[in-house]
């Protein structure tokens, strides 16, 4: 006997040959549908034999959302930690109700399921930060409707939030320049996690853009592939400027390089990445690139009431857009002082 394809949103849409979006509000009951396109949506829903998955009073009953967090996210400078907390005050306001569970590290390698999953008590999952691609196939069947934040996955059909990490590179690395920078170094472990990589890849880009060719030597690991801390490793000849893939790792690098004897930026500027950071120095004012986070869980969290509604729903990939925010620690060098270029 063959088998009955379910009908998604997407088939009505393509019926109707309007927006998904359009579709979803109108079987939610959200505003932005007039009445008489959404008595034709439902309508036309109904004839596919499309199944509505909500109780009598129009809510899905389940609104519990397991939110997920590696341990090696998870510390005294912990960003996601961050995160967490300012979801969880929106999840409130939209009577969410947000369930924490930090992956130990043994349970990500030998894929052992969150106990949030084992005692069913959500059906929709937020993953904070990039995890192992085999533990998100071990995610993936337990059939969970799952979004990842501040990273995304070619393999996998998942909805992401994420930030504009290649452009953030490019334009802070198009700040130092401006600023009279052209020896800059970036510290960071691309191999780490893909928000790290596309920070890297922004500013190859900008640089190669100018002409200026990358050296092994222009780039400083901060972590080890697992997201453990190195110990930062100066340069034997220091650039003009060093553009760190988190203000984490940027205050680290100041205190060495205080305790070297350079001063930021006297000597040397220094940059960061996020606007976040525990690790402050005292009396240091750092140049970053602030990530928006309000807005990147605005978006998660849209995508959580529309899965609600219907889990067949899909969005796709949400990009938030950052900018640069200048401070002391990258004013511009005294004259004369950035001539040690790479193209001599």
């Known amino acids: 006997m063959a088998q009955i394809k379910k009908v998604t949103m997407k088939d009505i849409a393509q019926e109707l040959d309007i927006s998904i979006v359009t579709v979803s509000k109108a079987l939610a009951g ?25 109780n009598e009073d129009g809510e899905n009953v389940n609104r519990n959302v397991g939110i997920l967090i590696a341990q090696r996210f998870v510390g005294d400078d912990s960003f996601y930690l961050s995160v967490y907390q ?11 109700v947000g369930i924490l569970e930090v992956i130990i590290e043994n349970d990500e390698k030998n894929k052992v399921l969150p106990t949030l999953l084992s005692i069913n008590k959500v059906d929709h999952i937020i993953v904070l930060g990039e995890v192992s691609r085999d533990y998100l196939q071990a995610l993936e069947a337990t059939g969970k409707n799952i979004v990842f934040f501040d990273f995304e996955n070619e393999d996998f059909e998942f909805d992401s939030v994420v930030g504009d990490n290649i452009n953030g590179g490019y334009l802070m690395t198009r700040h130092l320049m401006k600023q009279g920078y052209t020896d800059i170094t970036f510290v960071g472990n691309y191999r780490c996690t893909r928000s790290i990589l596309d920070r890297y890849l922004g500013y190859r880009k900008y640089m190669l853009m100018k002409g200026i060719d ?19 490793v100066l340069p034997d000849k220091m650039p003009d400027a060093f553009f760190c893939n988190c203000d984490v790792a940027a205050y680290r690098l100041i205190e060495k390089l205080n305790k070297a004897g350079y001063k930021v930026p006297e000597d040397v500027a220094v940059a960061g990445y996020d606007d976040y ?19 990147m869980i605005y978006y998660a969290l849209n995508i959580l009431e529309q899965k609600f ?3 067949d729903y899909r969005y796709g990939t949400v990009i938030s857009y950052g900018r640069v925010i200048a ?6 060098p005294a004259a004369g002082k950035a001539n040690n270029s790479k193209n001599g």
């Open 30 to 54: 959200k505003e932005g549908v007039g009445d008489r396109l959404r008595e034709v949506i439902i309508d036309k829903a109904k004839e596919l034999g499309y199944i509505f998955k909500k």
């Open 86 to 96: 300012k979801m969880l005050v929106e999840m409130t306001k939209r009577g969410i």
């Open 214 to 232: 990358i050296r092994e030597e222009d780039h400083i690991d901060d972590r080890d592939d697992e997201g453990n801390d190195l110990e930062l």
């Open 277 to 295: 950071a525990s690790n402050k120095i005292e009396g240091v004012e750092l140049t970053t690139y602030r990530v928006n986070i309000e807005e």
């Open 309 to 311: 509604q219907n889990p």
């Open 327 to 332: 401070r002391e620690s990258t004013k511009p």
